[in-house]
């Protein structure tokens, strides 16, 4: 039988253990690091290592994979004091598969280069639940022999897997995508407040925007999630206000001007004032709702 590659996978947040635990389960020889190590403790009766240090989780493996929140975290675990890549060993993988800025991805890319080794970036796309049940897509940018070295790494975690041109492709696919999501968000949540102060019947007035032309799989969970209040995370309302804000410095390199993106950003940093920040990005609609009790008194 085939050996199977040694993974390092740093970061147990929101997706990491989903993604920790269906390496576990395709029988990847798993070390972890989290900068809580107390979060990372349950796995330890699982066989997973559990090391103290992004240097000490990847001196042994073949293929490193980082989840993290964002490019200083990223490069805090990359290149920080006991950072990675200074220790990763000869003809190592690193994976990243954290959110981050185009112009952060292209200097890791030159660090990687650097220390002679290889860098596939792989963003995701999904929550909580389809990292848990390993059915994330992977947002690929990387040479060719790159990903296949690594497809039965990321196979294991994934329903897809995209590849979308050389290293620096994901990072601009995946802010694409989350600009639009936040796009629709916002966009929905203020559709939602205008719904609620009229005399409209709400559960009816959304089923007819599901059905309709407006209708999509982000505005069903959103308009359920509002609804109910229920804001428990499947995204973290500050990461995707992050990512807007990469978003839009992506294009602006590129000459382009996301002119949706600044009242966006502008609606999730009121969200993040008003105590929204670690709730689930659908949270958002409570800034419009506070606005209109507000208008009324």
């Given at each position: 039988?085939?050996?199977?590659?040694?993974?390092?996978?740093?970061?147990?947040?929101?997706?990491?253990?989903?993604?920790?635990?269906?390496?576990?389960?395709?029988?990847?020889?798993?070390?972890?690091?989290?900068?809580?190590?107390?979060?990372?403790?349950?796995?330890?009766?699982?066989?997973?290592?559990?090391?103290?240090?992004?240097?000490?989780?990847?001196?042994?493996?073949?293929?490193?994979?980082?989840?993290?929140?964002?490019?200083?975290?990223?490069?805090?675990?990359?290149?920080?004091?006991?950072?990675?890549?200074?220790?990763?060993?000869?003809?190592?993988?690193?994976?990243?598969?954290?959110?981050?800025?185009?112009?952060?991805?292209?200097?890791?890319?030159?660090?990687?280069?650097?220390?002679?080794?290889?860098?596939?970036?792989?963003?995701?796309?999904?929550?909580?639940?389809?990292?848990?049940?390993?059915?994330?897509?992977?947002?690929?940018?990387?040479?060719?022999?790159?990903?296949?070295?690594?497809?039965?790494?990321?196979?294991?975690?994934?329903?897809?897997?995209?590849?979308?041109?050389?290293?620096?492709?994901?990072?601009?696919?995946?802010?694409?995508?989350?600009?639009?999501?936040?796009?629709?968000?916002?966009?929905?949540?203020?559709?939602?407040?205008?719904?609620?102060?009229?005399?409209?019947?709400?559960?009816?007035?959304?089923?007819?925007?599901?059905?309709?032309?407006?209708?999509?799989?982000?505005?069903?969970?959103?308009?359920?999630?509002?609804?109910?209040?229920?804001?428990?995370?499947?995204?973290?309302?500050?990461?995707?206000?992050?990512?807007v804000r990469y978003a839009h410095a992506?294009?602006?390199?590129?000459?382009?001007?996301?002119?949706?993106?600044?009242?966006?950003?502008?609606?999730?940093?009121?969200?993040?004032?008003?105590?929204?920040?670690?709730?689930?990005?659908?949270?958002?609609?409570?800034?419009?709702?506070?606005?209109?009790?507000?208008?009324?008194?």
């Amino acid at each position: 039988m085939e050996s199977k590659l040694s993974v390092a996978l740093l970061g147990l947040g929101t997706m990491g253990r989903g993604m920790a635990g269906n390496l576990l389960k395709a029988g990847f020889p798993l070390t972890v690091w989290n900068r809580t190590r107390a979060k990372a403790e349950s796995l330890a009766a699982k066989g997973v290592a559990i090391a103290d240090s992004p240097s000490a989780a990847v001196k042994n493996a073949a293929v490193v994979i980082s989840i993290l929140a964002d490019d200083d975290a990223s490069r805090s675990a990359w290149l920080g004091q006991d950072g990675a890549l200074a220790v990763m060993p000869p003809q190592g993988i690193a994976i990243e598969c954290s959110t981050l800025s185009a112009a952060w991805i292209s200097e890791l890319h030159a660090a990687v280069i650097g220390r002679k080794l290889r860098l596939l970036e792989a963003p995701v796309t999904g929550s909580r639940a389809q990292a848990e049940a390993g059915q994330l897509t992977f947002l690929v940018g990387a040479e060719k022999e790159t990903l296949a070295a690594v497809t039965p790494v990321l196979q294991c975690m994934s329903k897809e897997i995209q590849h979308f041109g050389p290293v620096g492709s994901g990072a601009q696919m995946k802010l694409i995508n989350n600009f639009l999501c936040a796009v629709q968000v916002a966009s929905f949540a203020e559709a939602l407040g205008w719904i609620e102060r009229t005399q409209l019947q709400r559960d009816a007035a959304l089923d007819f925007l599901r059905r309709g032309a407006p209708g999509s799989g982000i505005l069903s969970t959103m308009s359920e999630r509002m609804t109910q209040r229920a804001y428990d995370v499947n995204f973290l309302l500050r990461l995707m206000a992050k990512d807007v804000r990469y978003a839009h410095a992506a294009a602006a390199q590129l000459g382009v001007n996301l002119s949706m993106s600044s009242p966006v950003e502008e609606l999730f940093r009121k969200a993040q004032d008003q105590g929204y920040g670690e709730r689930d990005m659908s949270a958002v609609v409570e800034v419009l709702r506070t606005a209109s009790r507000n208008s009324q008194i």
